[in-house]
């Protein structure tokens, strides 16, 4: 009796609680937390940083594995904080797979596989904005490869559809606005997404345009820094900028030589203090500000996203 009555009396209170709870959040249907943080629901995506993973889909556990870039899969990459996912594409037989260099180096199977795990996440994870930057460089056709597979594994809805062809920098909205609107996936290509001759696919984005990258395939651990791929019409410091944050090793020092990914200095890499430094070193291209996508190897070793929440100013 005595204990029922004070269940009936916990029911009630929490009940009450709850209510107080709901009606302080009902009134507001604005996304209360953006990428993990109420600060990023406010900021332009322009002017966010985000974590990116370099060749995503190439992960394995097995060290001997020279060309992998990544040590775990795609699921823990995002739950580190991962939230621009990188990736090389080739054709194999009849279908788009993610490969490393060539299909018979490192197989990261089929897009469309990839493309359902990252979905499922981003199902889950419904305050949180994405970026997609693949590379296509057998061209293959937009409008009649790339399309379809965002279409089937549900990315078309999603995808933000910029209201002019070339956004600058200033030109993103925040974060909250995206989410609130549904179009949280970004997604760009590095070759063939062109509004002229690809007009029906105006979800596909030209990344050159868009956002200029520092050289890739970097060997020099200091990261010095200068604009490598960029196009017009947009000057560098009004794109979008990616670091190359992956440092390679040369394993075969004759001719151009074997670059794999260098796993023995990720630990320093991945630092607070080496992201920062390679992000100093580009902010003479972009007015001095932070870069807005940091691409690593490895994203599991290091300090991967406290230095990215560094760069956008939280620290702990
Ligand atoms: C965002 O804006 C702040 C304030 O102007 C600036 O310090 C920072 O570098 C910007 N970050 C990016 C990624 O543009």
Redesign the pocket.
Known sequence: MFSSLRLAAFAFTSLLLSSSVLGLTIPTKRAQLCNGHSELCERKY????FLGSHDSFAFSGNPFALARTQEVDIEAQLTLGVRLLQAQSHMNGKDLHFCHTTCGLFDGGKVEDYLNKVKHFLDRHPNDVLTLIFTNPESVSVSKVWKPIFDKTGFTDMAYVPPQPVMSREDWPTLGEMIESGKRVVIFLDHGADSRTEPDVEFILPQFQMVWEDKYDPTNSKFPCKVDRSQGPLAPSQQLNLINHNLNTNIFPIGRGILIPDRLDSPRTNSIEAIASHSSHCAQYVED????FVLLDYVNVGQGMAAVDRLNGFSY
């Open positions: 322009g002017n966010t940083t500000r932070k870069p807005n």
